[in-house]
């Protein structure tokens, strides 16, 4: 059983950089494509971003893109989610996900629906 451990989050000023890990526990090998969510209170949750099967494939929420980086050790079984210039209203709950299913390139990593393990989630409070 595949389990999702994050880390990495806390209490940041507006404009600091903050870097969440996901590790991935109990998968032989890193064919999965991961993204990364957030949910603030009272707000539905949403894309931050995600790699394909192959780092070559990233995407990012448009307020996000040029302020965070998604990247995955393979040799580790982790990803990392980079932010940059944190705001205020990037304070939510940041959730990764993993798909471990090789999907047509059609379904995009910003589809939640297409992944089946999902962290436990981390918080991340950006003050002004």
């Known amino acids: 059983q595949m389990q999702l451990v994050e880390s990495g989050g806390g209490l940041v000023q507006a404009g600091d950089s903050l870097r969440l890990s996901c590790a991935v526990v109990?998968?032989?090998?890193?064919?999965?494509?991961m993204g990364w969510f957030r949910q603030a209170p009272g707000k539905e949750r949403e894309f931050v971003g995600g790699i394909g099967w192959s780092a070559g494939t990233q995407k990012y929420a448009d307020d996000m893109k040029g302020r965070c980086t998604i990247s995955r050790d393979n040799t580790n079984n982790t990803g990392t989610l980079q932010m940059n210039s944190l705001k205020p209203e990037d304070t939510a709950d940041y959730y990764c996900?993993?798909?471990?299913?090789?999907?047509?390139?059609?379904?995009?990593?910003?589809?939640?629906?297409?992944?089946?393990?999902w962290g436990q989630g981390i918080q991340v409070t950006v003050s002004s």
């Open positions: 996900a993993v798909d471990p299913i090789h999907r047509p390139d059609t379904v995009g990593v910003e589809a939640a629906w297409r992944y089946v393990y």
């Open positions: 109990g998968h032989r090998n890193s064919d999965y494509a």
